[in-house]
């Protein structure tokens, strides 16, 4: 009898909700019993499959775009975003690879014909100084490294990471002895410097003294470093 009453799919209001209040309580509740803090953990990583499923499909139909655009809007104005993001050291391999899937594709996400990531990360530019030190975190850091590179996507991002010291530690991210992770690094760097070429161009046109050497010596390391990783809008960089 059990298999003629299948669960009522959940709206996106109810799915933000609930990946919401497990995200909070995996973030206040440190000393919480080991098996209450694996069921919680394991109803997350249900709840952000579902978050994903709405926001791809499931294999047999297309995700509606009415309830992606909801989805967006709530994951976005009630700041689970940013939760989603700090809790992923915390999540397992799965898991951890379905939040990086739907980080990105929030940040496409088009509400009435424009997107809305940009405007919430202008005002939360703070997490790419959570993103980029991920680079020195071996476990995390093509995970951070492939979510850097969709909010680099965003003018507003980029222009942030120009004009602060976080492009001077791009030298230090594409020197990481591990190949895998300066590889990496070496494409959030290509990124950056052609994505918004206009804001790349006004940024060089006023610091062009300082940042001619710096630039020079990261294309020197870039050129001597080959790529080992190939992205695509499928690609295998969701890790």
């Known amino acids: 009898m059990k298999g003629l009453f299948k669960p009522k799919p959940r709206t996106p209001a109810e799915l933000v909700l609930q990946a919401r209040d497990l995200l909070r309580f995996l973030d206040q509740n440190t000393e919480t019993r080991e098996r209450k803090l694996e069921e919680k953990m394991s109803e997350l990583s249900n709840v952000i499959l579902e978050i994903r499923i709405v926001l791809f499909g499931n294999g047999k139909a297309e995700p ?36 990086t899937h739907v980080i990105a594709n929030l940040q496409r996400q088009r509400v009435c014909g424009r997107l809305i990531a940009p405007e919430y990360l202008e005002n939360n530019l703070d997490l790419v100084d959570i993103l980029l030190p991920g680079y020195k975190d071996g476990e995390i850091a093509i995970t951070y490294g492939a979510i850097l590179r969709e909010c ?88």
Request: aromatic share 12%; glycine share 2%.
């Open 64 to 99: 509606s775009p009415d309830a992606c655009a909801h989805l967006a809007q709530d994951f976005f104005k009630h700041d689970t975003f940013r939760l989603l993001i700090l809790s992923l050291p915390k999540l397992d391999l799965g898991a951890r690879q379905n939040a």
């Open 152 to 239: 680099i996507r965003h003018q507003i991002v980029a222009r942030y990471v120009l004009e602060t010291e976080h492009l001077k530690k791009f030298f230090t991210c594409i020197q990481i002895p591990n190949f895998e992770i300066a590889s990496d690094a070496q494409a959030t760097f290509k990124e950056l410097l052609t994505r918004h070429k206009s804001t790349v161009a006004e940024f060089l046109s006023v610091n062009y003294d300082w940042v001619s050497g710096f630039i020079s010596i990261c294309f020197l390391v870039l050129y001597c470093l080959p790529t080992s990783i190939h992205y695509s809008s499928n690609s295998s960089c969701f890790l």
